[in-house]
């Protein structure tokens, strides 16, 4: 069992924006973050289901199967399940649609944490908690069954179990963009390569993998 983290940034180290709107809830900048991800066959099939066999077979393709592979349990942050889009609305089931691609239990980190369970047909479940990481990861753990746990954004998210030192594996996608703006991945995390072999491999789009595994 291992805790992975997969995020993609650009190459001032942002890894969301600051540049939505209303009409535009995920910004004009997002698009160029996750372009070669978004591309890729498998986004477009385990995220829009999309069996066409269109998309990018390369390098990016096989670091993006690798984001669904072996994972028991998911957790993320309020942002991430959409939970902020109709924070009083009890009906509101997250962005995801009808067909979630987690399949697993995921936790939901956030303040309101009396919300009831979400099932899916599919097998993904919804679980809201207001806890700390280490409590969430224990009850991800014992969910998952022996299986990976994924922390699976957004970067406020990722970026505190950085902190706490629960993560085995960080996996980066760095995007050749520069924003300037949002909220960075390595802020307060210096020496986070300490007790991690880093090894870094560059696809066909020009994104860097860069993959962070504890020793």
């Not at 077979?57 to 984001?67: H, L, S």
């Not at 996608?173 to 090894?199: C, F, H, K, M």
């Amino acid at each position: 069992m291992a805790v992975r983290a997969d995020l993609n940034i650009s190459l001032d180290g942002y890894a969301s924006t600051t540049d939505q709107t209303p009409e535009n809830p995920m910004g004009e900048d997002w698009p160029r973050l996750v372009a070669a991800y978004t591309g890729t066959r498998t986004f477009r099939e385990r995220v829009l289901g999309d069996r066409s066999g269109e998309g990018t077979t390369g390098v990016d393709d096989r670091y993006g199967a690798e984001y669904f592979e072996g994972i028991g349990a998911e957790i993320m942050g309020a942002g991430m399940f959409g939970l902020h889009t109709f924070p009083d609305d009890p009906d509101w089931r997250g962005w995801w649609g009808d067909e979630p691609p987690f399949h697993a239990p995921v936790f939901v980190l956030t303040h309101n944490a009396d919300r009831a369970p979400i099932e899916f047909d599919n097998g993904t479940v919804f679980h809201f908690l207001s806890t700390t990481p280490e409590e969430a990861l224990a009850k991800a753990i014992d969910a998952a069954g022996g299986a990976d746990v994924r922390i699976g954004g957004g970067v406020d998210t990722v970026r505190a179990f950085l902190r706490a030192g629960l993560v085995d594996r960080l996996h980066v996608a760095i995007s050749p963009i520069l924003l300037g703006r949002g909220q960075n991945l390595w802020q307060d995390l210096r020496g986070l390569e300490a007790g991690y072999t880093v090894s870094s491999e560059v696809a066909e789009s020009g994104v860097v993998h860069m993959t962070f595994a504890r020793d």
